[in-house]
């Protein structure tokens, strides 16, 4: 078998070393974080009640402090190094999510278990006691609260529901869920009726993360209603897609990094939950204007035409790592975008276009219909202006249009491109729907594309 393509010139192995090393340091600091509040409690003057119950502990503990850690995890905090990630806090704050639903979901099971294995008669009485004990019924709420709204964010993309709406009630259940537990937490069990310590970690874990969220939805939002940016232009660039051009106000500062994205809210009050997070899709010389692709995929997208020049928009960000530093030793860089996901395909084009990069340059770019191509004119004339650049266009549906290929951005088609490039210590820049975007992945690693040299955003949050 042959050894894996370094595309950035570097051995796969090291390139590998230095991804796992960076994303170790994050797994490690929330590792850490994780056990603090158990290590705390084992300074606590509390009674060990064997081998199964102190497990029990550790993992009802653990499960506990990674709850409170979704909070930040999903609140784009930038100023923590350890939350300033955004794709791999986003990336754990799902996964994590997942498995704290199926926990909390059998963490009865785990409570009540020894006593069924004792006596059904008695693990019956003791079922029955828990559903009707008032003390029981905080935790019960909390416990089908996060049942539900687990299930409810797992399956997002197929409830009929507005983003925005799903947003909120997505926000506030799991807040009523922190509190909730943490009532339950600190009343059911010797832990939490005779250790006031105890209870005083879960109570400053569980305000941090309310304080966490309102302070993201007040004075962060006070923040940003502060910088204004001003809207400038709106056009359509393809059957589906939409360009904005947005303008800063005022000249407070904000920078970019090509590859990067912004949460926009273009409604008329900054404190509701209508920001979406758009990519960004021009170049740092653009400034202070700045432009995004945006293509009708919702309810809010599907209105973009209403919007009226001159109006207020407000930006958090920018966000995102996927940027140039990553191919600053390459040869030369591939774009790979499909559908919505030409927006930062566009804005590290552009990029190397203004920096007048004279490495080698390839976009492969796919869509169902060729009308969803977007600015078709201003890609012909990068490839008549930039050094080494050309496109590669991929359309589901046949075309008559010369030099498309027809069908999907698969293994063959990202072959061709390599082999006409004559690629060996290339970049690979993925973008586009998740279930895309894992098929590119596969053909990459079927192509022994080092993982190490390919750097992609999900449309995803």
């Known amino acids: 078998m042959k050894q894996a393509i370094s595309l950035t010139g570097e051995p796969p192995r090291f390139r590998r070393i230095k991804q796992t090393i960076r994303h170790g340091r994050l797994a490690a600091g929330y590792a850490v974080l994780l056990v603090l509040p158990f290590l705390a409690t084992q300074f606590l003057d509390m ?7 102190s497990a029990l502990s550790l993992f009802n503990a653990l499960a506990m402090m990674a709850f409170f850690i979704q909070f930040p995890l999903a609140s784009r905090v930038k100023a923590l190094p350890l939350f300033a990630n955004i794709d791999w806090s986003m990336a754990k704050h799902k996964s994590v999510g997942q498995w704290l639903g199926v926990f909390f979901l059998l963490h009865p099971v785990f409570i009540l278990a020894p006593r069924f294995i004792q006596s059904f008669d008695d693990g019956l009485t003791s079922l029955v ?16 609260t996060m049942i539900i709204w687990t299930l409810m964010a797992v399956f997002k993309n197929t409830i009929k529901m507005r983003y925005e709406t799903w947003r909120l009630t997505h926000m506030l259940g799991f807040v009523a869920v922190a509190i909730l537990a943490t009532i ?16 005083a970690i879960w109570w400053a874990l569980c305000t941090a993360s309310v304080t966490l969220v309102i302070y993201n939805h007040t004075v962060k939002k006070v923040v940003i209603k502060s910088q204004p940016f001003t809207l400038v232009d709106v056009t359509k660039v393809s059957s589906r897609d939409w360009q904005i051009t947005l303008e800063k106000k005022d000249q407070g500062r904000f920078e970019f990094e090509a590859g990067q994205f912004v949460w926009m809210n273009s409604s008329q009050s900054v404190f509701n939950l209508n920001d979406h997070p758009f990519s960004i899709a021009s170049c740092a010389d653009d400034l202070p204007q700045f432009s995004m692709v945006i293509r009708e995929l919702g309810d809010y997208t599907a209105s973009l035409h209403t919007l009226v020049i001159g109006q ?47 490495r080698p340059v390839r976009l492969i770019y796919g869509n169902s219909d060729f009308e969803q191509m977007v600015l078709q004119d201003e890609i012909a004339e990068l490839q008549r202006t930039m050094t080494d650049f050309s496109q590669q266009l991929v359309c589901v549906h046949p075309t008559n249009k010369a030099q498309v290929s027809h069908g999907v951005i698969d293994q063959e088609c990202i072959s061709k491109v390599l082999k006409s490039a004559q690629a060996d210590n290339w970049s690979v820049y993925l973008c586009g729907p998740e279930g895309m975007l894992e098929a590119v992945k596969t053909s990459l690693n079927d192509l022994e594309i080092s993982p190490a040299d390919i750097h992609y955003e999900k449309l995803s949050f």
């Open 129 to 144: 006691e828990v559903l009707t004990a008032p003390t029981m019924l905080t935790g019960l709420i909390a416990w089908v």
């Open 47 to 53: 009674d060990n009640k064997g081998l199964y119950l």
């Open 312 to 358: 207020d928009v407000y930006i958090d960000g920018p966000y995102g790592s996927m940027n140039l530093d990553d191919s600053k030793k390459a040869d030369g860089i591939i774009l790979i975008a499909g559908g919505a996901g030409i927006g930062p395909m566009l804005s590290l084009l552009r990029e190397l276009a203004c920096a007048k990069d004279t």
């Open 184 to 199: 339950h937490v600190t009343s059911v069990g010797s832990h939490g009726q005779f250790e006031s310590q105890f209870n």
